[in-house]
């Protein structure tokens, strides 16, 4: 879901994400010139199968090339962490935030007494004379966006727009103005992993007491990373989501994982587990389960989940880590009994 500006509420949202303007360069801000049409920040989002790059909230994402599967989705946070709630970013030239605040006005859907107030800001005088036409070229006007899924708060983020020229910071009050870190965090709220379905050898049903064998093949199992930038400030982050270990859960008390903990590392090539080999139906996996009591009605459920390693780098800085995140899925697994015949 993109982002929603100024023009579709009243009021922006609580942010978690405070700015760090000082530890970025100046060149960061570099001379650029922002595309024509709805504003700098035109709606948009990113595609289903998250290759294709797009605009949303102010924010270019591009994200890396994922596989398909039947359970490809977003990771769960390992902790109390969540992206920022709103933040701010250049949004309209001084030509157009007078086409977009103009018909605003005219329509008098706001009311006359804040219309006129809004004149006199960014009009008369007050400070802002005639939109800053005559430093077309020299600057942007901000906005603030907000995250949709963020609970509503209102005390952060309502700054009315404001004018930054180019190559100078945003005011100091605005704590939730985009920064590197900023787009790190909302980059790693759109990151996409791959199914986490293993390899089962026996495939679908097993038997009690005999050794299933659980892997995750290194082709299938790799980073995916999404970068968010603002290029008209040119300043990027890339985050990165990086699998290190597979936990397995039955779905029953009345089994044994293998290691003792659940938890399969990654191997060095990259894959998880060892692929069953014929002759080894009676040794330990590296990676699996051994149930001790056959299903009934219902088979159990085999629950796959990685843990996913974040980090991220971003102009002027190396970046660090995020919290973990993890991926799941669920795959049903028939237990038998081990039928003996009698001489």
Known sequence: MPAVSRVARAVAVTSLASAAWLLIPASAYADKTPPPGGGIGSSGDSTPDGTISATAGGVKYEPSKIDTGDSVGPVTVVGNWTPPGCWYVPTYTAEQFKAHVEPIWSADSTGSQWDNQQRDTYVNGHPYTNFNLDKADKGYWWDSYVNPSYPPG????????????????PPADVREAVTPEVLAKLAYARIR???????????????????????LDKTDFHPVSVTASVPVLNISATTTATPVSLKLEPGTGDATVFPATGECPINADGSIGTPYEAGNADKTPPCGVTYLRATSTTPYTLKATVTWKIHWTGTGTPGGNLPDGTFGQDQQVTVQEIQAVNR
């Not at 209102?154 to 910071?169: E, S």
């Open 193 to 215: 992993v791959p199914s986490t379905k293993v390899t089962l050898k026996p495939d679908g049903t097993t038997k009690v007491n005999l050794p299933t064998w659980a892997w």
């Open 154 to 169: 209102w005390d952060t983020c309502n700054k009315p727009y404001f004018w930054v020229d180019k190559g100078a910071p």
